[in-house]
Nanobody, 125 residues
């Protein structure tokens, strides 16, 4: 079992930055690949970025490429999502998720084993 807790969300003006954190507890964080997802009101949950258990980013959604950076520090059991040049369309609840490493990396929400409770990001125009 892995417990995930996101933090760092908030209200920011367009063009601003936020850094989300995902603190993990329980089993060894380094045994899991990680993903960040988001869900806007009335929309399905969508992938934002994924990262391997060793810290190699493996995927970014086209909508965030060049603006968002996924990273992790296994020694601190924490994952991060640095979000720059934020746009109003980035407004959503952001979730981190973990997937056992031997199952590979995936962009599908249903493939992830553990989820945090989410943190709200609101970007004003």
């Amino acid at each position: 079992q892995v417990q995930l807790v996101e933090s760092g969300g908030g209200l920011v003006q367009a063009g601003g930055s936020l850094r989300l954190s995902c603190a993990a507890s329980g089993r060894t964080f380094g045994s899991y690949s990680m993903g960040w997802f988001r869900q806007a009101p009335g929309k399905e949950r969508e992938i934002v970025a994924t990262i391997s258990r060793g810290g190699n980013p493996s995927y970014y959604a086209d909508s965030v490429k060049g603006r968002f950076t996924i990273s992790r520090d296994n020694a601190k059991n924490t994952g991060y999502l640095q979000m720059n040049s934020l746009k109003p369309e980035d407004t959503a609840v952001y979730y981190c998720a973990a997937r056992a490493w031997m199952r590979g990396i995936s962009t599908a929400p249903d493939d992830y084993d553990y989820w945090g409770q989410g943190t709200q990001v609101t970007v004003s125009s």
